[in-house]
């Protein structure tokens, strides 16, 4: 690695299962005390009494190694017996809270029923699970993404997995966003003077990532950055890698290309360079143009190892980027 990337800090901005993997990779490649996952918490929900943070959850079952590789979410060697009672009893089973993951819902929403903040919580999760790179939601107050589908308001969740994504997008809305006030890491990444680059993962524009962007301040403070930005695109020819992005696309409107993704950023200016996948090598130009740095490589993340090759990849991406902010 050269340049500042070696020795700076970096901010990565996560959504659920996609932002998880290269989290696991930057995690690796730049060190645990340099590194700070802003996790989105527009997905968060109320459920069976509890409070679940589904990205949160993502990235610190993937950073401690006990995710499901083939779920995506959720625990790896996970048991279902609450969920088989739960149904037994007439309950709401849609949403699947394993046995292991409940620990983590039950006591998350114990220690927030005490008063503890959500950021606090996380912090203690990660130090018990042995997570060494600092995790943290985007705000400690409550954000909900509704999605607004031709056949009425969602809430995310009752869209993602209850509905199956079926219905199609009209639009989003973060509730209770305007008064949302960053979390503490999120901001102190954001003001550090050694932060060197700032990767959007491979996640949702529009539900994972734009909730973070969304935040009171955020786009001003990106907008006056050294750092640069740099997002590894979640369409890889034409097909999202994982949930619903190439759909909702489609529903909006938008043509379902890294290069919809680069505009979608890039007229916000809040992209510096976009890390796209070899089956998009034909966009390169057409992003460029946007002026917009392009990297194309292998982005699509199956082994640790290309996990570890993505993150060192962006971080030196981002190295030779210039800002002028
Ligand atoms: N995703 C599903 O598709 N089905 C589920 O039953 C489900 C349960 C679940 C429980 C805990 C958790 O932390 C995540 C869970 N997810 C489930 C994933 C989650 O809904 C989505 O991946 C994210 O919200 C999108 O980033």
Same mark, same amino acid.
């Given at each position: 690695m050269t340049g500042g990337a070696a020795t700076g800090r970096v901010l990565a901005l996560s959504g659920g299962v996609g932002g998880a993997k290269l989290a696991v990779g930057l995690a690796r490649v730049v060190g645990a005390e340099r590194l700070t996952v802003v996790c989105n918490t527009g997905d968060d929900f109320e459920h069976l009494g509890l409070h679940i943070s589904p990205d949160l959850d993502s990235v610190m079952y993937a950073l401690a190694d006990k995710s499901d590789a083939e779920r995506g979410w959720g625990r790896a060697d996970e048991g279902w017996r609450f969920m088989e009672a739960l149904g037994e009893l007439g309950g709401e089973d849609w949403f699947r809270l394993g046995d292991r993951d409940l620990a983590t819902h039950v006591e998350r929403s114990r220690r927030l029923g005490m008063g503890e903040a959500l950021t606090e919580i996380t912090e203690e999760l990660c130090r018990a699970l042995g997570i060494l790179p600092r995790v943290a939601p985007m705000t400690n107050d409550p954000v909900r993404t509704v999605v607004v589908t031709e056949s009425g308001e969602l809430a995310f969740q009752h869209y993602?997995?209850?509905?199956?994504?079926v219905p199609a997008v009209r639009g989003f809305r973060f509730d209770g966003i305007a008064t949302a006030r960053p979390s503490a890491p999120f901001s102190e990444a954001l003001d550090d =003077? #050694?932060? /060197?680059a700032i990767i959007i993962c =491979? &996640?949702? =524009?529009? +539900? &994972? +990532?734009d909730p973070i962007f969304a935040l009171p301040g955020i786009e001003q403070r990106l907008g006056g950055r050294r750092a640069p930005i740099v997002a590894v695109s979640p369409i890889v020819g034409g097909q #999202?890698?994982?949930?619903p992005a190439a759909k909702m696309m489609a529903e909006l409107g938008m043509p379902q290309t890294a290069l919809e993704v680069a505009r979608y950023y890039a007229g916000r200016r809040l992209l510096d360079g976009l890390v796209i996948d070899h089956l998009d090598a034909g966009l390169e130009t057409a992003i460029r143009d946007l002026g917009v740095a392009v990297l194309v490589t292998?982005?699509?993340? /199956? &082994?640790v190892e290309d996990k570890t090759t993505l993150a060192t990849e962006c971080l030196v991406f981002a190295a030779g980027l210039e800002t002028t902010p």
């Open positions: 993602f997995v209850r509905d199956r994504c =003077p #050694a932060l /060197t =491979p &996640s949702n =524009p529009f +539900v &994972s +990532v #999202a890698l994982k949930g292998q982005t699509v993340m /199956t &082994s």
